[in-house]
């Protein structure tokens, strides 16, 4: 029906059935990603924005299971389908990168080794065409001489030059989604300057729809056209750059603004107005909205009943009862959005 | 907030720390790994300095070293008017009293087998100065300054999230009620939600109990907002030191000015539009580093004179230190 919608995922459930119980690590995540447009999550340790890549990805592993929703993948369920038809998926049309670029690639094999093994795994080429095809994909990521380079072992490459291989190595059977997990949080500010400004080109340069996971907003300021706020496993708040950055309506997002000091103001006498209390344990999860225990607005209904989203405009949607039409009205934006000029 | 002409609590001269990488066979020559090479600066009673630099720049180490948990090289740490760097080992205990340390992991550094109280009274009986009931009342009170309860005392750390396990170390370094307290990245490894609250606390508790800071981070927004003064640190040298609301306004090393404009700004407007400096390549080995400018080989404004002589930190405008050649208009 909706031609630009790359990949669509509806009320995704995913838990993990340890011995202590069952974890509910993502509790119903609905989100659309257009075609050519790059989608930032951002949340906390523990909100679920890994899992639901992963899960995207199919790699939840025993005891994890995906317990209900669709995730459509270009008119497909990848939750309905079997480990065998998703690997064909996998490193072809879906790709990502991981956090830490030293335990994602293998220190014993060469980079020529690894990244031929994933061409050749997807496209029916030789040797010769697939090594031809690496070093193009090296040279486009920045590396220097990928000629040469291409022999190296992974210890012979600095951090940030890891994390090129590793685009270069999703990137090399030209994918129609990469997914990036904090791609650049095991960097150095300036190595993470360079990785953001390659992306940000790359964007330009390939044909690809991009899922970034980050814990850093200025990071999602940065390259994101759609913008899903988690938090406890849900979501929590959605939309636009704009609509997250200077139009906050959910307590949370605007906490997470408040929280972190901005360099570009020069006086520091505002004091920082941190979240009270801690993020909620996923085992036995609030019955009501997951914010709710630290929410500063909280109401009889938000301890009871999990908020809907409610829909603000085309883009934007957030799930908090103070958008109900009985809610009584609360300043809660007052700060957070004033840096628009 | 600045206080000029204040007297330093702590001054560093040219303090160096090289660690030695034992020779083999295939390195006939003894090799050193020069983690701080020559630094000096000055903390002032009171106030917050911040020390920032990207892993490997020798911050850390140069935290450690104050502490005298690893003997300087070289230079001389003067704390409160004595040189603490070469104070013999046993004269050296009144003064880890007064300096102590908030580390970085939570997680591993609290020791898992003993209780809260064990780990917060360790250091008051070391010391002398509490015991039996009164020791007790105190840690009572210690936790009570950093946010959690008494009934949290006969807890374990693995009961605790990381952002009270923070809270739990805090306790444990102003039990011994310090002058300056070492906070190597104590808030790089908690949650964005959490970070706003323990920087706070350590703001409040400053002010309560006069305690001057030695903040390491490598976050520079939370440096700024925290720090009265700010050194930036590359490949064990210092390159900057300024007011921290100087260094932001005016950065004039060019390292400076890069790392500046690196940290993304969570205001999608401003950092689109943002011009970036982006320095090439990374940071070369500190393994018997080549003479000149440790920063030359990445500089954008690098000169002949920087790759053979090494720059100097002179004060070029009031209270602005600077190391280089290019801004101290020499070459």
């Given amino acids: ?341 | 907030m600045t206080l000029s002409n204040q007297e330093p609590l702590l001054e560093v001269k040219n303090l160096k720390k090289y660690f030695p990488i034992n020779s083999g066979f295939l390195r006939p020559k003894k090799q050193y790994l020069k983690a701080v090479d020559d630094i000096s600066f000055q903390i002032r009673r009171g106030e917050t300095f911040g020390l920032v630099g990207e892993s490997g720049c020798g911050k850390s180490t140069t935290g450690r070293t104050i502490l005298g948990l690893y003997r300087a090289t070289g230079g001389q740490v003067i704390f409160d008017g004595k040189d603490i760097a070469t104070v013999a080992e046993k004269e050296m205990k009144p003064y880890r009293k007064r300096i102590q340390m908030i580390f970085q992991d939570p997680y591993a550094s609290l020791n898992g087998r003993m209780t809260v109280t064990d780990i917060i009274g360790e250091g008051i009986l070391t010391h002398n100065i509490a015991s039996g009931v009164e020791k007790q009342e105190r840690i009572y009170n210690l936790l009570h300054q950093v946010g959690l309860k008494r009934e949290h005392a006969n807890r374990y750390p693995h009961e605790f999230s990381g952002g009270q396990r923070q809270r739990v170390g805090i306790a444990r370094a102003l039990a011994v009620e310090p002058d300056l307290v070492v906070c190597d990245e104590p808030i790089s490894a908690l949650d964005v939600s959490i970070q706003a609250q323990v920087v706070n606390m350590m703001q409040d508790l400053q002010k309560e109990m006069g305690l001057t800071y030695l903040f390491i981070a490598h976050d520079l927004s939370m440096v700024k907002y925290i720090s009265d003064r700010i050194g930036v640190m590359y490949l064990g040298q210092m390159m900057e030191v300024t007011a921290s609301n100087e260094l932001y306004k005016n950065p004039l090393h060019p390292y400076t000015k890069a790392l500046l404009s690196a940290i993304p700004i969570p205001d999608p407007d401003i950092t689109r539009k943002n011009k970036r400096v982006i320095l090439q390549g990374s940071v070369p080995s500190p393994i018997d580093p080549p003479e000149g400018c440790r920063f030359a080989s990445r500089c954008p404004e690098c000169k002949e004179m920087c790759r053979h002589k090494t720059p100097v930190l002179e004060e070029v405008a009031p209270d602005h230190f600077v190391a280089c050649h290019v801004v101290q208009g020499k070459a």
């Fill in chain 1, 1 to 341: 029906m909706n031609d630009d919608i790359l990949l669509e995922l509806k009320d995704v459930r995913t838990s993990f059935y340890t011995h202590h119980g069952e974890v509910q690590a993502v509790r119903g995540s609905s989100f659309k990603l257009k075609k050519g447009d790059v989608l930032g999550i951002v949340g906390e340790s523990g909100s679920g924005k890994s899992v639901t890549s992963l899960s995207i990805m199919g790699l939840i592993d025993e005891p994890g299971k995906i317990k209900s929703g669709e995730i459509i993948f270009d008119g497909k369920n990848l939750a309905k389908m079997s480990q065998r038809e998703l690997s064909d998926i996998r490193g072809n049309e879906i790709a990502m990168i991981f956090q830490d670029p030293m335990t994602s690639l293998n220190p014993v094999y060469t980079i020529k080794n690894q990244m031929t093994e994933v061409i050749r795994r997807h496209q029916k080429i030789s040797q010769k065409k697939a090594v031809k095809q690496a070093v193009k994909m090296l040279d486009l990521v920045g590396i220097p001489e990928p000629e040469k380079r291409i022999n190296s072992f992974p210890h012979e490459f600095s951090g940030g030059m890891r994390q090129r291989v590793m685009i270069a190595t999703a990137l090399s059977c030209n994918p129609r989604l990469l997914i990036a997990d904090e791609p650049t949080t095991a960097l150095d500010v300036t190595i993470q300057a360079q990785i953001l400004e390659l992306m940000n080109d790359l964007k330009e340069k390939i044909d690809a729809s991009i899922i970034l996971i980050t814990h850093d907003l200025g990071v999602i300021a940065e390259i994101c056209d759609h913008i899903v706020v988690m938090y406890g496993g849900k979501i929590l708040e959605q939309g636009t750059e704009k609509d997250i950055f200077y139009n906050p309506q959910n307590p949370y997002t605007v906490g997470l603004h408040k929280s972190v000091p901005k360099i570009t103001e020069l006086e520091n006498e505002e004091r920082l107005i941190p979240i009270e209390g801690t993020p909620p344990d996923l085992m036995n999860p609030p019955v009501g909205c997951p914010f709710s225990p630290r929410c500063p607005h909280a109401m009889e209904i938000c301890l009871k009943e999990q908020p809907p989203s409610f829909q603000l405009s085309e883009t934007h949607s957030s799930a908090c009862w103070l958008l109900h039409k009985d809610a009584p009205q609360v300043e809660k934006y007052e700060k957070a959005g004033d840096d628009v000029e």
